[in-house]
């Protein structure tokens, strides 16, 4: 690994698995000339030479093309006893002081990037399949740490949230306890778990008996969807110089249309949320969910809610 200092007091960090391929970075871009003459040393000849890299460094990369296919240490270089022991220990103690500080920086450079989401053009690159997804695009724009947020469990100072959460819970118990062939026939059990939506065969019945772990996590992925939808509709839109700009957008609804079902059956929510009738929400709460599984897709699928939550 090269250990060049670059004008920003920084080391260089390139970094390559053959000798020659690293002497021939230090030579184009440092300046960097062999003291060895051509031929081979004489014998007894062990004198050292000052080099500009490092050598024993861990490495690795994502892939093997684009900008992941570049190396990074994954660990430091051992120091040279033998080096320490003739002297050079303050310059190795030097080297590895400062490329602690360069992985530092990298990785903060790393991080940052990271919290900020924006739609990656290079086909070479794993990004093909978020760019096919979309969801990147659309969510440009926006930070992804209040992103999260918005999926995060109700605090007791969002009370409301909290029994539109509980009510959801309730409406897939029950929904799991009538998905038996005695209550809802095994015409329909077979119905639904034909191949058309994700079954193996058409001839197997769905099987609800799922454990309570299974219930908690499956409940789960629904719950995200409502915090998102509930604590993002009312706000405004994102508009496109923002989602096109350098600063990172919170506080913004993402471009997803609520249809006038899902609309009137938000208001509704509300409404009985003044009310003590537990069982009168968790019917409107399905009602909800129904109307979020009936949206339209046009030559958008993102401007359903539900589908922007799943982003």
């Given at each position: ?50 080099t500009m890299w490092v050598e024993g460094v861990a490495c690795q990369k994502f892939q093997s093309t684009g900008r992941l296919g ?110 038996r062939p005695g209550v809802v026939g095994m015409a329909a059990m077979t119905y639904i778990n034909r191949r058309e939506m994700g ?113």
């Amino acid at each position: 690994m090269c250990i060049k200092a670059t004008p920003t007091h920084e080391a260089c960090g390139h970094i390559n698995q053959q000798l020659k391929h690293i002497q021939e970075h230090c030579r184009k871009k440092h300046g960097w000339e062999n003291p060895r003459r051509r031929g081979r040393q004489s014998q007894g000849s062990s004198a050292r030479y000052p080099t500009m890299w490092v050598e024993g460094v861990a490495c690795q990369k994502f892939q093997s093309t684009g900008r992941l296919g570049r190396l990074f240490a994954v660990s430091q270089p051992q120091p040279d006893t033998h080096a320490i022991d003739r002297g050079d220990g303050d310059i190795q103690r030097a080297i590895v002081v400062s490329l602690s500080q360069a992985t530092v920086d990298v990785e903060a450079r790393e991080k940052e990037k990271q919290d900020h989401i924006e739609a990656d053009q290079d086909r070479y690159l794993f990004h093909a399949w978020l760019d096919r997804a979309g969801w990147a695009k659309h969510l440009q724009g926006f930070h992804r740490g209040w992103l999260l947020t918005t999926i995060q469990k109700p605090g007791p100072e969002e009370k409301a949230l909290g029994r539109v959460c509980w009510a959801l819970r309730m409406v897939i118990y029950q929904a799991q306890q009538s998905s038996r062939p005695g209550v809802v026939g095994m015409a329909a059990m077979t119905y639904i778990n034909r191949r058309e939506m994700g079954g193996t065969t058409n001839e197997k019945p769905f099987h609800a008996r799922q454990t309570e772990k299974t219930m908690i996590k499956y409940s789960g992925w629904w719950l995200e969807i409502v915090r998102y939808i509930w604590r993002t509709h009312a706000l405004p839109e994102i508009s496109r110089k923002e989602r096109e700009g350098e600063e990172e957008v919170q506080g913004k609804r993402p471009p997803y249309q609520l249809t006038v079902q899902q609309a009137a059956s938000l208001r509704k929510i509300e409404a009985i949320l003044d009310e003590e009738q537990e069982e009168k929400l968790e019917k409107s709460v399905l009602t909800f969910v129904l109307h979020l599984l009936d949206h339209p897709l046009g030559d958008n699928e993102y401007s359903s809610a539900l589908i922007s939550a799943m982003a």
